[in-house]
């Protein structure tokens, strides 16, 4: 068992345990929201987006956790703002304002990072290490995470009726516009937290893979966003214990598990999986069989008794 325990004698595995379980819940809640309103190309796009970001906080105040949040939020923001008023100022519709902003900020952050006089290993950023977490890095991650699970908690009734009847809810006096931007700040903030787990280019699959999961399991929203968050962090448990004994790049160990478990639930998942469907549907079809030979036979028995008493 000393191969077991051994990962929480070490206290940078501490640390990035802790950062595991508050990164992975935190973006498994917010993704039932990502997933049903199909956001999926707005999350990629904002990760991405962060990268120029991090490289401005960097060359200008140097490598610390306050001038990354800042650098990575004001990009996210830039990328999101100009996506919209181009889109609305403009024939070209939202979805491809946004692929255009968001290459061109992630290309403009390679070359930032190029000139950047503090040695930043790039991969990093790209595909997260969460094994080099600190302590003010979990500070910001707790309290990005605390702030977006009360929010997203004390919403959830006006985000239930904006997500399924929009009409409705303005109707209600819930302030739709509003509530879109406000899910989009926290989105922006669960990134920004888990830029050092997983990276800008694996940052979606934190965001969809888990409520994706219990979307194959349950139609009921509350168990995407409470299912969502226990998938998020036991996956990135697992990716991170797999990562350390392997001797393999954690953040792509994190998406990978969490790959494999939707994997599993699309494959086996007794509602929606493709495996018991197929079975359902051969179980169903040899019953009509069966039911139309059985008939079938019962009719030409009767028409031969009725022959038979003819002659």
């Known amino acids: 068992m000393t191969w077991l325990l051994e990962p929480f004698r070490l206290e940078f595995m501490q640390r990035a345990l802790i950062g595991c379980v508050l990164i992975g819940f935190t973006n498994g809640f917010l993704s039932a929201y990502i997933v049903m309103r199909r956001l999926a190309l707005m999350a990629d796009a904002l990760s991405h987006s962060l990268l120029p970001g991090l490289a401005i906080g960097v060359i200008l105040f140097g490598l610390t956790p306050v001038s990354l949040f800042f650098g990575a939020l004001a990009a996210a923001l830039f990328v999101t703002l100009g996506a919209e008023l181009i889109s609305r100022s403009s024939r070209v519709k939202e979805d491809t304002s946004l692929g255009i902003l968001y290459t061109v900020a992630f290309s403009l952050g390679i070359v930032l990072l190029s000139f ?95 409520a994706a999961t219990v979307y194959l399991f349950s139609n009921s929203f509350t168990k995407m966003f409470w299912g969502g968050g226990v998938i998020g962090m036991i996956g990135s448990c697992i990716g991170l214990f797999l990562s350390y004994w392997l001797n393999l790049p954690s953040g792509a160990c994190i998406v990978l598990v969490l790959g494999g478990i939707f994997c599993l639930a699309f494959l086996f998942s007794p509602k929606y999986g493709v495996l018991p469907r ?34």
């Open 116 to 210: 950047s006089k503090v040695r930043v290993e790039l991969h990093h950023y790209l595909f997260g290490n969460i094994l080099g977490i600190s302590n003010t890095d979990l500070w910001t991650i707790y309290w990005i995470s605390l702030v977006t699970l009360i929010v997203l908690v004390a919403m959830q009734r006006p985000l239930l009726v904006m997500l399924f009847e929009p009409s409705i809810a303005a109707t209600q006096g819930v302030r739709v516009s509003i509530l879109n931007y406000l899910v989009l700040t926290l989105l922006v903030f669960s990134m920004i937290s888990s830029v050092q787990a997983v990276g800008v280019i694996l940052a979606l699959g934190l965001l969809t893979a888990p």
């Open 278 to 311: 197929i079975f359902r549907k051969r179980h169903l079809h040899e019953q009509s069989l069966a039911r139309w030979e059985n008939r079938t036979g019962l009719h030409k028995q009767d028409e031969h008794g009725d022959d038979s008493h003819n002659h």
